[in-house]
């Protein structure tokens, strides 16, 4: 079997403790592994993964189809969002999950993803990204 490349390999960063899918298969971008074209390892704790190399023709049909849709799916720069409920703090805002800020062509409501925001650097916190947090808190000191 290949070897499974570690986290920081993979892009990933010291320090990741894998995802925790449960429903996506792993095949959607707030999956971390995922939204960083990285396969799933033995450190996630994802059900039913189809992130792997042994599943590669799903995965590949998932990351074609969502290219399709939208050309810069996996580009971290230009990030926009749509989100309405959410206030762009969950993994599956497009900005929130490449760890930028929403910007003025984003077209959320109620956003809660920008520098200074106390929301913000509570979640950043609460899922440990202390890299997000402390740049979320660079504008509030």
Do not use: W
Not at 11 to 36: D, H, I, P, T, V
Not at 111 to 123: A, F, H, P, T, V
């Amino acid at each position: 079997p290949m070897p499974t490349p570690s986290p920081e390999s993979r892009g990933l960063g010291r320090g990741f403790k894998g995802c925790n899918c449960k429903k996506s298969k792993c095949l959607k971008k707030y999956c971390e592994c995922f939204a960083q074209q990285a396969y799933c390892s033995e450190e996630c704790r994802c059900q039913s993964c189809c992130n792997t190399v042994e599943h590669e023709d799903a995965r590949t049909k998932a990351i074609e189809e969502m290219k399709r849709k939208d050309s810069d799916a996996f580009e971290t720069k230009n990030k926009t969002c749509n989100c309405k409920k959410s206030m762009c703090l969950k993994k599956y805002c497009d900005c929130f999950q490449a760890g930028v800020m929403c910007g003025a062509d984003c077209k959320c409501k109620n956003c809660e993803n920008y520098m200074g925001s106390q929301k913000l650097i509570d979640r950043r916190t609460k899922i440990k990204d202390t890299k997000g947090a402390k740049l979320a808190m660079t504008a509030a000191d």
